[in-house]
Nanobody, 121 residues
Framework: QVQLVESGGGLVQAGGSLRLSCAAS????????MAWYRQAPGNQRELVAS???????TYADSVKGRFTISRDNAKKTVYLQMNSLKPEDTAVYYC???????????????WGRGTHVTVSS
């Protein structure tokens, strides 16, 4: 019913920047919170940043001041601008959204398939 598709990952040198995008599509009535998570090899998935429907943002301490999350409600898209990237930012980045679907008007959690970010030293 709902699909989240990430894009924008890749290989970048330390100190560089990347911008991730995640577009939602399907039978969507409304999108509540949207977020980016990441999972490095051997580690658990962790929250990187989140944004409410009203635009309130939260960040993991490790990315504060370097990453910025934003959203375009008309495009049903969330972005993650990543600056001053470090090798420890290397991970698969996943988009997450709480979506109210048209058919049931129930709120469910959806995940994208992930996009790889590799930061070389």
């Amino acid at each position: 019913q709902v699909q989240l598709v990430e894009s924008g990952g890749g290989l970048v040198q330390a100190g560089g920047s990347l911008r991730l995008s995640c577009a939602a599509s399907g039978s969507i009535w409304r999108i509540n919170d949207m977020a980016w998570y990441r999972q490095a090899p051997g580690n658990q998935r962790e929250l990187v940043a989140s944004i409410t429907g009203g635009g309130t943002t939260t960040y993991a301490d490790s990315v504060k001041g370097r990453f910025t999350i934003s959203r375009d409600n008309a495009k049903k898209t969330v972005y993650l601008q990543m600056n001053s990237l470090k090798p420890e930012d290397t991970a698969v980045y996943y988009c997450n959204a709480e979506v109210i679907v048209r058919t049931s008007l129930s709120a469910d959690d959806y995940w994208g398939r992930g996009t790889h970010v590799t930061v070389s030293s």
